[in-house]
């Protein structure tokens, strides 16, 4: 049986202006953005991830404080040109840092405006052998 992580909650202290960084700054693709009588919920992935976040003021989602989450983990093939990316769009980030010559031990990082913070990791064989398959993406939203 697979167990697959699809969806973190990430608490915010305003959804719209969390949509507008995840979105507009980091470049989530926005899946769906909710809004009825009981409730705002807004759900948005990475390129190329089988997992979202999903922001929002259902109890659940308001149990946690915003800006709790510490060191989520994003994967790119290239650390430079992730770091280049982001801040030319306006996303403060950490200055790159290899703590070994073998694949996987460069890391940068940055934050949301509510102080979640993430952690990028870069691995370059995921340039040449990502987790889904570009051909797979669009049937599963990725």
Do not use: K
């Amino acid at each position: 049986m697979d167990w697959t992580l699809e969806v973190v909650v990430l608490p915010v202290s305003d959804i719209d202006r969390a949509v507008a960084f995840y979105r507009d700054q980091v470049g989530f693709h926005l899946d769906h953005d909710t809004t009825n009588e009981w409730m705002h919920v807004v759900q948005l992935t990475p390129p190329g991830s089988g997992c979202s976040i999903v922001i929002g003021d259902l109890p659940s989602q308001n149990e946690m404080a915003p800006g709790s989450m510490r060191s989520l983990h994003l994967v790119v093939s290239d650390a430079a040109a992730a770091r280049a990316e982001l801040v030319g769009r306006g996303v403060e980030c950490s200055e790159i840092m290899s703590f070994d010559e073998r694949d996987g031990a460069t890391f940068f990082g940055f934050a949301d405006p509510d102080g979640n913070s993430w952690a990028v990791q870069q691995i370059r064989a995921r340039a040449e052998r990502p987790l889904i398959p570009v051909e797979a993406r669009g049937r599963f939203g990725a």
